[in-house]
């Protein structure tokens, strides 16, 4: 079983730059992918980026240049580090794993970027 808790989302101007936390607890090693993704009032959840076990990385192109996934192994904890927030970027983030066998979800963060 994992756990995911997401935190760091908030209000913020457009332009400006928020940190996004993922805290993964229980059965996380060897998973295959975590990832971030978001949901837009009306929209489908979409992948934002994700990071495999190894490190490869790859992202949406809306974000690609403004949005970095990293992840510490050894505290089990996944970021995104956003920068130049857009208007566009409002929704729900959410914490995913995928560990081979399934699906994991956090909850959600909700990340405001007002113009």
């Known amino acids: 079983q994992v756990n995911l808790v997401e935190s760091g989302g908030g209000l913020v101007q457009a332009g400006g730059s928020l940190r996004l936390s993922c805290a993964a607890s229980?059965?996380?090693?060897?998973?295959?992918?975590m990832g971030w993704y978001r949901q837009a009032p009306g929209k489908q959840r979409e992948l934002v980026a994700r990071?495999?076990?190894?490190?490869?990385?790859n992202y949406a192109d809306s974000v690609k240049g403004r949005f970095t996934i990293s992840r510490d192994m050894s505290t089990k904890t996944m970021y995104l580090q956003m920068n130049s927030l857009k208007v566009e970027d409002t929704a729900v983030y959410y914490c995913?794993?995928?560990?081979?066998?399934?699906?994991?979800w956090g909850q959600g963060t909700q990340v405001t970027v007002s113009s």
């Open positions: 995913n794993l995928n560990n081979w066998l399934r699906d994991y």
């Open positions: 229980g059965s996380t090693f060897g998973f295959k992918l």
């Open positions: 990071i495999s076990y190894g490190g490869t990385t």
